[in-house]
């Protein structure tokens, strides 16, 4: 089954840019993958889907400022114009036939 | 406007049974496989089991297999979970959430779930 590395938890200050990485396994390189915004406290929240042509999806409300992309066995999501409100765990998710798997979430801290 | 809202949870004894529930709004509830994720306190997130839109494929993973039984009544477009030998490590927020092209699009606000003497 696939296995997803998330890269460390930055900070950035606000107004600025911040590009988060999820690593798809060996074999899994083609999966396509969901990203989940979770504030303090509160349910997750999908924001796209990000497949291995780079292309994106995102869901309903997901404010422009939020993108997604790929290189290989990576996918970005990056966040421009860090707002306060961006500050919170997001993880990465995939899946195939029978199962699916989360990466083990970044904290993301806006300054 | 989606809706999907989880009830059932709370306190249970190791070895007790919870039955959880999510009440799905705003979409055609059979058209759509569906999902249970927990959050055990402090931690990420864990797949715990899915369902496809007629109710007749079933997934889990490993670590509730034998012990979780989903399913789902599509005329009350309801989803439900049926835990049974429940242990410690179980104890967690419990998420419903909605599939789309295989892949989570809608997250209901979660129950919790504690499994303690």
């Known amino acids: 089954q696939p296995v997803l590395t998330q890269s460390s938890s930055p900070s950035a200050s606000l107004g600025s840019s911040v590009k988060l990485t999820c690593t798809l396994s060996?074999?899994?390189?083609?999966?396509?993958i969901a990203w989940h915004q979770q504030q303090a406290g509160k349910a997750p929240r999908y924001l796209m889907k990000?497949?291995?042509?780079?292309?994106?999806n995102k869901g309903s409300g997901v404010p422009d400022r939020f993108s997604g992309s790929s290189s290989g066995a990576d996918r970005y999501l990056t966040i421009s114009n860090l707002q306060s409100e961006d500050e919170a765990d997001y993880y990465c998710?995939?899946?195939?036939?029978?199962?699916?798997?989360f990466g083990g979430g970044t904290k993301l801290t806006v300054l | 406007e989606v809706q999907l809202l989880e009830s059932g949870g709370g306190l249970v004894q190791p070895g007790g049974s919870l039955r959880l529930t999510c009440a799905a709004s705003?979409?055609?509830?059979?058209?759509?496989?569906m999902i249970w994720v927990r959050q055990a306190p402090g931690k990420g997130l864990e797949w715990v089991s899915a369902?496809?839109?007629?109710?007749?494929?079933?997934y889990y993973a490993d670590s509730v297999r034998g012990r979780f039984t989903i399913s789902r009544d599509n005329s009350r477009s309801t989803l439900s979970l049926q835990m049974s030998s429940l242990r410690a490590e179980d104890t967690a927020v419990y998420y419903c959430?909605?599939?789309?092209?295989?892949?989570?699009?809608?997250w209901g606000q979660g129950t919790l779930v504690t499994v303690s003497s």
């Open positions: 959430a909605k599939l789309v092209d295989s892949g989570i699009c809608y």
């Open positions: 705003g979409f055609t509830f059979r058209n759509y496989g």
């Open positions: 369902v496809g839109g007629g109710g007749d494929t079933t």
């Open positions: 060996s074999g899994h390189s083609g999966n396509i």
């Open positions: 990000v497949g291995g042509s780079g292309y994106y």
């Open positions: 998710e995939t899946w195939d036939s029978n199962t699916r798997v």
